[in-house]
């Protein structure tokens, strides 16, 4: 049984569709009903806030995967976070199931140079004091030989159908809709993103290798490149001028006073105006897994998700 807490979300739902494929049983976890993907696949109700609602709803997995996402608000991870970690990792105690938790690189704070599974937690925001945290919580039970997990940290993202990515929202949808792009931060900073399919594809490998477990693995994506050769790329597919503008750090805070969700973004700039540069190798060798390049994350989003006009 692989069981899925925070099921509904983009991460979640590409390891759902990767088991799915493979025939694994599946169990979806989360606090409203999601679309069930398959005859092996159950959705349970359950908060993640609440420890014997998580603990019912684990009961007899093998695998437990932790995809949730919470309100994009540093005061509501301050709260739930530590909660819920805490909440997971004593049902892993009690349920014997393996771990792996899906995770960002907010504790890495800005780096000069890549980062790799050994950079050091330098937080220098709230969300990455957050992240540090639980993150240190997870592997310290795991030094202690209580419980056996894994952290699978994924960079920005794109490629999902709920627009919760600025790539895929303010580049993608813009161009297939004839329409200006927006770039946040410096543009010839170098960037990089993890395409969503991969990450699911990833998170499938884990759970099927439990010789990978107790270390962090950073989720397979395609090497940094610039914001300006990612918009250059995308209208070239999208068969657009590459026109953008830029958003600075003042304008988020201008429009955060009226959108809550931009208002947490303002706090992460230093990813958009520093070079972020997350480097996956250790997973790619392990694996053998090619990631998907961003020509052809782009071109298939174009005719799916995002179709050109």
């Known amino acids: 049984m692989h069981t899925i807490l925070g099921a509904g979300g983009p991460t979640a739902n590409a390891l759902a569709r990767e088991l799915s494929l493979n025939k694994e049983m599946i169990r979806l976890v989360s606090r409203r009903p999601v679309k069930i993907s398959s005859e092996n696949t159950t959705w349970k109700k359950a908060d993640l806030l609440q420890y014997n609602e998580i603990l019912d709803a684990t009961k007899g997995s093998s695998v437990i995967y932790l995809c949730a996402g919470l309100v994009y608000d540093k005061e509501v991870w301050k709260q739930q976070w530590p909660v819920i970690i805490q909440n997971v990792i004593n049902a892993a105690k009690q349920t014997g199931a393996r771990l792996i938790f899906f995770d960002n690189v907010y504790m890495y704070g800005l780096v000069n140079g890549p980062m790799t599974e050994h950079t050091p937690y330098n937080p220098?925001?709230?969300?990455?004091?957050?992240?540090?945290?639980?993150?240190?919580?997870?592997?310290?039970?795991?030094?202690?030989?209580?419980?056996?997990?894994?952290?699978?940290?994924?960079?920005?993202?794109?490629?999902?159908?709920?627009?919760?990515s600025f790539l895929d929202m303010m580049v993608f949808d813009k161009y297939a809709k004839k329409q200006s792009a927006q770039w946040i931060g410096k543009s010839e900073k170098l960037h990089n993103f993890t395409y969503i399919p991969d990450a699911g594809k990833a998170l499938f490998l884990l759970g099927q290798h439990p010789e990978s477990d107790n270390q962090i693995w950073h989720m397979p994506t395609a090497p940094a490149i610039t914001g300006k050769a990612m918009i250059e790329l995308a209208a070239a597919i999208y068969e657009v001028k590459p026109a953008y503008t830029s958003i600075n750090k003042f304008m988020l805070q201008l429009v955060g006073l009226f959108k809550k969700v931009v208002a947490g973004t303002v706090e992460m700039y230093y990813q958009y105006d520093h070079n972020y540069n997350f480097d996956?190798?250790?997973?790619?060798?392990?694996?053998?897994?090619?990631?998907?390049?961003y020509k052809d994350g782009i071109h298939y989003l174009s005719e799916t998700l995002y179709k050109k006009q």
């Open 124 to 164: 220098c925001s709230v969300k990455g004091e957050v992240r540090a945290k639980i993150a240190t919580q997870l592997m310290d039970e795991v030094k202690a030989g209580n419980i056996q997990a894994s952290i699978a940290r994924a960079a920005d993202f794109y490629g999902t159908d709920s627009m919760n």
């Open 280 to 293: 996956s190798s250790k997973f790619e060798q392990a694996f053998q897994f090619t990631p998907t390049s």
